[in-house]
């Protein structure tokens, strides 16, 4: 499947934008904000509308959101903790325009 994005800064519709503090302590509980929409309001129609929304840390998958047509908006918090230093990306799927990544986020770790 084929990935896309992220689009440039001022014209995000479909991109996913993360969130997240720069800075975090080891071990401990941090949110991370990831809206679909953040310049352009993503529609959100039975016909065309963000499926779900995913969160990844490296490689690994953090967690998901599926999103039900008019009734969730494409925005979604996760509470994540992180042992080192990482880089967080999430990635949205548009019923209509396929799958969309964001820009990498790094996030330092601190004892």
């Not at 440039?8 to 302590?25: D, F, I, L, N, Y």
């Not at 959100?44 to 959101?65: C, M, Q």
């Not at 880089?87 to 019923?95: D, M």
Request: contains cysteine.
């Amino acid at each position: 499947m084929k990935v896309f994005g992220p689009e440039p800064e001022g014209k995000r519709k479909h991109t996913p934008v993360v969130e997240a503090p720069s800075k975090v302590k080891k071990g401990e509980w941090f949110e991370v904000r990831v809206v679909v929409g953040k310049d352009i309001p993503h529609p959100n129609t039975k016909e065309h509308w963000i499926e779900h929304i995913s969160l990844w840390v490296g490689d690994f998958l953090a967690g998901r959101a599926d999103l039900e047509p008019e009734r969730a908006a494409s925005e979604v918090i996760f509470k994540v903790k992180l042992e080192e230093t990482a880089t967080l990306t999430a990635q949205a799927y548009c019923n209509l325009h396929g799958l969309w990544r964001s820009e990498e986020v790094k996030v330092e770790v601190e004892e």
